[in-house]
């Protein structure tokens, strides 16, 4: 499956932003595919962000983003969405999108997906 993120910018602290992730036809439908939200930052590993399993059953976030980012999904569109509120500037970072066909042998860990995107910027300031 081919991930290509948008959404990403230039926010205020305390702002707003959604990232998409459109997920083209693959051998498997999207809906068979848990996907998850990874950042990175310069000079930093790749961070788990969020997760949300194929069938729903399952959704995380990392700590620092509880209660202002939520993951969903929207299979008839193959498509993926974090909505992103009350941002901080520590939310600087470039942001992907990632794939693994049903469970992911780790739900938080990079290695474990097979597919991602190329990534969007999100630019945080104070």
């Known amino acids: 499956v081919q991930l290509v993120e948008s959404g990403g910018g230039l926010v205020q602290a305390g702002g707003s932003l959604r990232l998409s992730c459109a997920a083209s036809a693959s051998t498997y439908s999207f809906d068979s595919y848990t996907m998850a939200w990874f950042r990175q930052s310069p000079g930093t590993e790749r961070q788990f962000v969020a997760v949300l399993t194929w069938n729903e059953d399952y959704t995380n976030y990392v700590d620092s983003v509880k209660g202002r980012f939520t993951i969903s999904r929207d299979n008839a569109k193959n498509m993926l969405y974090l909505q992103m509120n009350n941002l901080k500037p520590e939310g600087t970072a470039v942001y992907y999108c990632?794939?693994?066909?049903?469970?992911?042998?780790?739900?938080?860990?990079?290695?474990?997906?097979?597919?991602w995107g190329q990534g969007a910027q999100v630019t945080v300031t104070s």
């Open positions: 990632a794939a693994h066909y049903l469970y992911p042998s780790s739900i938080t860990t990079r290695g474990a997906y097979d597919y």
